[in-house]
């Protein structure tokens, strides 16, 4: 038998407009059956706003509250302002309460309240509780509906507990111990509960050792400790290590997508959008980008500055602006190598404030050894083109001082940033440019002073 193979976005799309245009609510219906809730969720950003609409009103309940988990923020809020706010509240009753709590906090007030009211008491609670932790925290993120065992229970009596356990915890890859305050004091791999003699108990097969986070610990932290650990979810405690909920692999991958797009976005230059590119009108983007490009705008006056500053020298010898462009762009792309390399490196903490003199040495002797190759090619480009010695050496020596200063900005801006508690990727990429043009210039025509004697 042939394998049955998935038809492609497009095809679906095409489907569905054309059993929408024929009105066929039944085939439509039976069609979006046959679809995985994430490829419906996709299917769903292809369309316009009525069509999201009426498709996603012939969903299932539950197949409608996985389908809002997986699609963009703003079709999201699109769709959930769009329908009733009773069909709303039913769709994030059975959803996980991490997730329904992402989606009300991105509503208008007047409406998340609104729908908090309709939910179930019990489930509104619990989003609410979830509400009260700053954005981009543990407590926003974590799952409090988690299996836990009393350390002082016996492998049969956890058994028993596991039997008649919530169907909708989040998961029982791991089951987390306890203590009578509610503490976290260890974890127990389910395989090793299943193993063991029914009268052992758990605090003694559990792991004592536990590695959680704080309810407050920044969504960056916790996904570069998921990633360090390997771990599929991490425990969530408060400050008096009393076990609040766990944060899972899922939601991880959605923190470093997120991280990741903001970084891009603001290592270019930009403010990180809200929404998707083609969402975001045309006056959002201009807004987005015009501070900065306004700012370097400002500060490139200093590349001007210090040409005027040199314009005798630059009249004595108009060879000189030959090899401008080829100076500022080396630096500034040496510049751009260690830079992107010390974010992605002071992001996952693998270089903290403590290491700057080591990562300095290293970056000084890398810096160095670039700077003498690059040198070493612009003193053969000069000599090729038959232009005099001396300004060969002076290009040579600008290249090794302008890759070596590249080198150690790109080392210290990052760190210097996260120290502050500026995002790195904010003010990395733009200054980096501005700094490597002016001072590039600087050095070149310092150096052009002293070994051509202008």
Do not use: C
């Not at 709303?88 to 998340?112: F, G, K, N, Q, Y």
């Amino acid at each position: 038998m042939a394998p049955h193979m998935t038809p492609g976005l497009y095809e679906v799309q095409a489907r569905v407009e054309q059993l929408l245009e024929a009105q066929d609510f039944n085939g439509l219906l039976e069609f979006l059956r046959s679809q995985h809730p994430a490829d419906i969720a996709d299917l769903l950003e292809l369309l316009n706003e009525s069509q999201r609409v009426e498709i996603f009103q012939l969903l299932q309940v539950d197949v409608a509250a996985e389908v809002l988990d997986e699609t963009l923020t703003e079709i999201t809020r699109e769709l959930v302002e769009a329908i009733p706010a009773q069909q709303v509240a039913d769709l994030l009753d059975v959803m996980p309460m991490d997730d329904a709590a992402e989606i009300l906090s991105e509503l208008p007030e007047d409406r998340a309240d609104d729908i908090l009211e309709l939910m179930e008491p019990e489930e509104a609670a619990e989003v609410e509780a979830l509400l009260a932790y700053p954005e981009e925290t543990a407590g926003r993120l974590m799952t409090t509906n988690v299996a836990r065992l009393d350390a002082t229970w016996t492998v049969a009596e956890a058994l028993d507990y596991m039997r008649n356990i919530d169907p909708d915890v989040e998961t029982l890859s791991y089951l987390y111990a306890i203590n009578g305050n509610g503490q976290l004091v260890g974890v127990v791999p389910i395989w090793r509960m299943l193993t063991s003699p029914p009268t052992r108990r758990i605090k003694d097969i559990m792991e004592p050792d536990v590695i959680s986070v704080s309810v407050y610990t920044d969504q960056e932290e916790v996904a570069r400790v998921v990633s360090q650990y390997d771990f599929f979810a991490i425990p969530v405690v408060d400050p008096d290590d009393r076990l609040l909920g766990i944060i899972t692999h899922d939601d991880v991958i959605d923190i470093l997508q997120e991280e990741f797009t903001e970084d891009v976005q603001r290592f270019g230059g930009s403010v990180p959008l809200e929404h998707t590119y083609l969402s975001t009108s045309i006056p959002a983007m201009v807004r987005k980008r015009v501070g900065w490009l306004l700012l370097l705008f400002l500060t490139a006056t200093l590349t001007g500055a210090v040409m005027q500053l040199f314009e005798r020298e630059l009249q004595a010898a108009v060879a000189l602006t030959v090899f401008i462009p080829l100076l500022i762009g080396t630096g500034g792309n040496a510049g751009y190598q260690i830079t992107a390399t010390m974010i992605r490196a002071v992001a996952t903490g693998e270089v903290r404030f403590s290491d700057v003199w080591t990562v300095m040495a290293r970056e000084f002797l890398t810096g160095l050894l670039l700077g003498v190759i690059m040198g070493s090619a612009g003193l053969g480009m000069a000599l090729f083109w038959r232009l005099p010695l001396e300004l060969g050496l002076t290009v040579a020596a600008a290249l090794v001082a302008l890759v070596l200063w590249a080198n150690m900005m790109g080392v210290l801006l990052p760190i210097i940033a996260a120290r502050l508690r500026v995002d790195p990727a904010v003010i990395s990429g733009p200054v980096m440019s501005t700094l490597v043009d002016a001072t590039g210039l600087l050095i070149y025509f310092s150096l052009a002073r002293v070994i051509m004697g202008l």
